[in-house]
Every structure is written in structure tokens, then in C-alpha cells.
T-cell receptor, first 113, second 119 residues
Framework: NAGVTQTPKFRILKIGQSMTLQCTQD?????MYWYRQDPGMGLKLIYY???????DKGEVPNGYNVSRSTTEDFPLRLELAAPSQTSVYFC????????????FGPGTRLLVL | AQKVTQAQTEISVVEKEDVTLDCVYE???????LFWYKQPPSGELVFLIR??????QNEISGRYSWNFQKSTSSFNFTITASQVVDSAVYFC????????????????FGPGTSLSVIP
């Protein structure tokens, strides 16, 4: 298993540009999450999904959109990038009743200038 | 509102010392989950433990142990005989339960405690 993979690893965006952060897991996990981590801070939940076709807002959803058309993929969309979205983005997955371990991707470092 | 406090911003210990990282949480939920994560200098996030609010038994895993006390709303993490590889930022987190089916609601992270283990 590759676990949770994220692409790209690093990206520089100009203000107002759009991009999609990709997240894929091959463990058949039903729960998937997107977090952002600002420098020196903890993680804040952006969106999460409890299964294909179901998504819900987290703590800081403004400026982002998600979709979950398959169990494996949970892309995060930034429509109009702003400097405040400069952060490291982590995707995670989890399955209830399967060891209860939450797996994280390696992160995507995003810089908005 | 839910809140997680990790009052210790930075801790330094000498190798082989024991160290306890404090976590205090606030929630009005009667059912909730508590977590600990480790983030080493390389930046990846490692899940350490998940505990539900109905299970107040202490947990031990090797050199790691967790003390959950509902009466004081604390979920402290102790590393015994610390090693240099334990140097990392440690996050405590809290999640409510949403809906009839047991599922996570919003997950709130504490600000983290940076642990340095000096050889």
C-alpha cells in the first residue's frame, strides 16, 4: 500500500490563481480529512468526508472546496488564492474499526504571493 | 465551544529523563474523542493514540503512556526514558461525535508542545 499520497509537494501561486491539491489513499478508508498548518501552529480542519459523496465543513472552510466522488480521492480546490492561504496542507484518512490509526500524507507546501 | 490547551510551549529534557506533556480540553459534549500526534523535524505527522470519552483506562505503549482524567479534563502524555528521536512537536486534539453513527465531528488541535531531548 502507498498509504496517503499528496501532490504536488510544493507550489507557488499568484494571488487570484486557482489550483487543486490532490489526495489519494489506497487503504479503502471511509474518512478523509484536509488540514492546514500555519507556521508554528497546530492543525486546523478545513473539510472532511465520511464517505464517497459526503463532505462537511471543518473549522476553516472559507476559500476552499472539496469533492469526494470516489473512496480513494479527496481533492481540495482553491478558487482564488490569497496570501492568507500560504500554509502546509495535510490530507489524512481513517477507517473506523480497522485499528483506529489515522494516516497522514506528506503534506503540500503552498506559497501564495 | 471546544478548546484544547497545551500550556507547555517548549520543553527540554536530558536523554533518559521522563517527561510529561500536558493537555487540557474543554467541551460540552458527553461523548468525544481525544488524540495525540507527533510531528518530528522532518514535518510529517504521526498519529499516536485515539481515546474515547468513555474509556478512562490509562494506556501504555512501550515508553509512551497516557493518563486520561475526565474529572480534570486532562489527557496527559508521558514519555519514559526519553530518547533523542522523541524530539518533536506533539499535538493534542479533540473531536466531538456527530450523528447517530459514531463519526468524528470537527477536530480541534492544541497549539503543540515542542520537545527537545538533549543527548
Amino acid at each position: 500500500n502507498a498509504g496517503v499520497t499528496q501532490t504536488p509537494k510544493f507550489r507557488i501561486l499568484k494571488i487570484g490563481q486557482s489550483m487543486t491539491l490532490q489526495c489519494t489513499q489506497d487503504m479503502n478508508h471511509n474518512y478523509m480529512y484536509w488540514y492546514r498548518q500555519d507556521p508554528g501552529m497546530g492543525l486546523k480542519l478545513i473539510y472532511y468526508s465520511v464517505g464517497a459523496g459526503i463532505t462537511d465543513k471543518g473549522e476553516v472552510p472559507n476559500g476552499y472546496n472539496v469533492s469526494r466522488s470516489t473512496t480513494e480521492d479527496f481533492p481540495l480546490r482553491l478558487e482564488l488564492a490569497a496570501p492568507s492561504q500560504t500554509s502546509v496542507y495535510f490530507c489524512a484518512s481513517f477507517a473506523l474499526g480497522q485499528g483506529e490509526t489515522q494516516y497522514f500524507g506528506p503534506g503540500t507546501r503552498l506559497l501564495v504571493l | 465551544a471546544q478548546k484544547v490547551t497545551q500550556a507547555q510551549t517548549e520543553i527540554s529534557v536530558v536523554e533518559k529523563e521522563d517527561v510529561t506533556l500536558d493537555c487540557v480540553y474543554e467541551t460540552r459534549d458527553t461523548t468525544y474523542y481525544l488524540f495525540w500526534y507527533k510531528q518530528p523535524p522532518s514535518g510529517e505527522l504521526v498519529f499516536l493514540i485515539r481515546r474515547n470519552s468513555f474509556d478512562e483506562q490509562n494506556e501504555i505503549s512501550g515508553r509512551y503512556s497516557w493518563n486520561f482524567q475526565k474529572s480534570t479534563s486532562s489527557f496527559n502524555f508521558t514519555i519514559t526514558a526519553s530518547q533523542v528521536v522523541d524530539s518533536a512537536v506533539y499535538f493534542c486534539a479533540l473531536s466531538g461525535v456527530k450523528g447517530v453513527k459514531t463519526s468524528y465531528d470537527k477536530v480541534i488541535f492544541g497549539p503543540g508542545t515542542s520537545l527537545s531531548v538533549i543527548p
